[in-house]
T-cell receptor, first 115, second 117 residues
Framework: DSGVTQTPKHLITATGQRVTLRCSPR?????VYWYQQSLDQGLQFLIH???????AKGNILERFSAQQFPDLHSELNLSSLELGDSALYFC??????????????FGQGTRLTVV | AQKVTQAQTEISVVEKEDVTLDCVYE???????LFWYKQPPSGELVFLIR??????QNEISGRYSWNFQKSTSSFNFTITASQVVDSAVYFC??????????????FGKGTKLSVKP
């Protein structure tokens, strides 16, 4: 158990809908990272938050947004969902502001299926 | 640009065989970190190792060993005496100190390892 908690584990929704994925980092970790894993794109970095502030953006669509709350949990919001958004979404956390300074631990992922 | 290449898409071995998973990376940074993660069939990503660019010493942890060679930009992973429980997808990843991937991981496409009994 990595200590990173993601909910829900599975999500099935229809095209055009909006969903929210939740991540609770390991105790003491200030950084939260979101990744998307799909068959064609592999593991892609989406966004990084550190202590409530956005630190870096990767290949995140404009229809997607994220935030990190004062208690350090994070939410990834996906809207106007398309079939191609079906993927496994991972959250990772680390104690430092950059993954170079320490290892990042991943949650079990949320499997999103858009039908 | 930063890039991680895992040329082996799938490898199948019989239990107790040794197996090496290849990883080649590209970066312009002089300071960077390399990682290996394991993704078993259950789906979670399990951290295995983190190595910085200034430490070229090989590392051994039980049946796992890693060979880092800056001259060939490679960070290969060897499992000795493989077991069925080693069956998983293994990812190599790169993070740069100052480059575009600072603060996040650039992953390879992964190598699926199947260990048959």
């Amino acid at each position: 158990d990595s200590g990173v908690t993601q909910t829900p584990k599975h999500l099935i929704t229809a095209t055009g809908q909006r969903v929210t994925l939740r991540c609770s980092p390991r105790s003491g970790d200030l950084s939260v990272y979101w990744y998307q894993q799909s068959l064609d794109q592999g593991l892609q970095f989406l966004i990084h938050y550190y202590n409530g502030e956005e630190r870096a953006k990767g290949n995140i669509l404009e229809r997607f947004s994220a935030q990190q709350f004062p208690d350090l949990h994070s939410e990834l919001n996906l809207s106007s969902l398309e079939l191609g958004d079906s993927a496994l979404y991972f959250c990772a956390s680390s104690v430092a502001g950059a993954v170079v300074n320490t290892e990042a631990f991943f949650g079990q992922g949320t499997r999103l299926t858009v039908v | 640009a930063q890039k991680v290449t895992q040329a082996q898409t799938e490898i199948s071995v019989v239990e107790k065989e040794d197996v090496t998973l290849d990883c080649v990376y590209e970066t312009r940074d002089t300071t960077y970190y390399l990682f290996w993660y394991k993704q078993p069939p259950s789906g979670e990503l399990v951290f295995l190792i983190r190595r910085n660019s200034f430490d070229e010493q090989n590392e051994i942890s039980g049946r796992y060993s890693w060979n880092f060679q800056k001259s060939t930009s490679s960070f290969n992973f060897t499992i000795t005496a493989s077991q069925v429980v080693d069956s998983a997808v293994y990812f190599c990843a790169l993070s740069e100190e100052y480059g575009g991937s600072q603060g996040n991981l650039i992953f390879g496409k992964g190598t699926k390892l199947s260990v048959k009994p």
